[in-house]
């Protein structure tokens, strides 16, 4: 498990309301990642960090901003939230010093904008 | 998983069969691939991983295989047990060791 927790674990919020999730971890790897899973998708990469204040774009990043002010922490902010961004948002890790090794996962965030 | 489940191709075998499920990945500069299993409502589980300098690797009755030709991974489970039922999807590590994911193969282990 990698030490990996994340919050809320469910979510239901309006449309146009700012959410923000948060993934904690315990372990000091440098890589953090943000995704999303959706039926018919599988699992999209949103934002990754490679080290404090270091994020880059995934490939589904629009209309979604983190920020990663600690090594231990990677948070995910749906500034305005939208029906198209109901899903299930997982955080993970990735052992490898160069994002390059196991990758292992959160237990998932079920968020539901209505 | 929760999201994944609509739509899958899936695979049914019985108790005690071997099973073999299959992916085709998209990058041939892609050099290390992982596989995962993912059960209702939790996250994806990490199984077995391989890179690109090997053709085979094994662990605790599970098995994958890769075939970089024609760009084929699959993962073999001996003697499936009710267990294994879940999701499973393959992801490979493609340029700036950004990972990329099949949407998944349902496996129904029948007793």
């Known amino acids: 498990d990698a030490g990996i927790t994340q919050s809320p674990r469910h979510k239901v919020t309006e449309t146009g309301t700012p959410v923000t999730l948060r993934c904690h971890q315990t372990?000091?790897?440098?890589?953090m990642y943000w995704y999303r899973q959706d039926p018919g998708h599988g699992l999209r990469l949103i934002h990754y960090?490679?080290?404090?204040?270091?994020?880059d774009k995934g490939e589904v990043s629009d209309g979604y901003s983190v920020s990663r002010s600690k090594t231990e922490d990677f948070l995910l902010t749906l500034e305005s939230a939208t029906s198209s961004q109901t899903s299930v948002y997982f955080c993970?890790?990735?052992?490898?010093?160069?994002?390059?090794?196991?990758?292992?996962f959160g237990p998932g965030t079920r968020l539901t904008v209505l | 998983g929760e999201s994944v489940g609509l739509h899958l191709p899936t695979l049914s075998v019985q108790e005690g069969d071997n099973s073999i499920i299959n992916c085709a990945y998209s990058?041939?500069?892609?050099?290390?691939f992982i596989w995962y299993k993912q059960e209702s409502g939790k996250g994806p589980q990490f199984i077995i991983d391989?890179?690109?300098?090997?053709d085979k690797r094994q662990g605790q009755r599970v098995t994958v295989l890769l075939n970089k030709t024609v760009k084929h991974l699959s993962l073999q489970i001996a003697a499936t047990q009710p267990g294994d039922s879940a999701v499973y999807f393959c992801a490979e590590m493609g340029n700036f060791n950004k990972f990329y994911f099949g949407s998944g193969t349902k496996l129904n282990v029948k007793p």
């Open positions: 960090s490679y080290g404090v204040k270091d994020t």
């Open positions: 990058n041939s500069a892609s050099d290390y």
């Open positions: 993970a890790i990735n052992t490898g010093e160069q994002g390059d090794n196991e990758q292992f």
């Open positions: 391989i890179r690109s300098n090997m």
């Open positions: 372990e000091n790897h440098r890589y």
